[in-house]
């Protein structure tokens, strides 16, 4: 579900930035970085449940047993990554459009 919202969001974003419709048509815009900033925040999660001190609280139990040989750190940290460049594009973006 979250794959095709991203999806939609960025066909209508690239169809916006193309075409430079005015500001009160930017749904689009606004749905896309709802859509990354809510994706951020489970990334976060899944980031701060591999780390010792919260360690699988995001898991059920049931699946803590294996869910370590799951995900490796070089995993972890892209994922992490990823996530904090889509926040910093959104602020680039939204920064960008109220320059304008």
């Given at each position: 579900?979250?794959?095709v ?60 047993a294996?869910?370590?040989q ?31």
């Amino acid at each position: 579900m979250e794959l095709v919202l991203d999806a939609a969001s960025v066909a209508a974003s690239v169809r916006w930035a193309v075409t430079n419709v005015s500001r009160n048509r930017v749904l689009p815009m606004r749905l896309a970085a709802a859509a990354i900033i809510v994706h951020a925040a489970r990334v976060m999660i899944f980031v701060l449940g591999r780390l010792r001190p919260f360690k699988d609280f995001d898991v059920r139990p049931e699946h803590r047993a294996d869910h370590d040989q799951t995900w490796n750190w070089g995993q972890v940290y892209f994922a992490a990554v990823m996530s904090a460049l889509g926040v910093v594009g959104v602020a680039v973006v939204r920064k960008r459009i109220r320059s304008t």
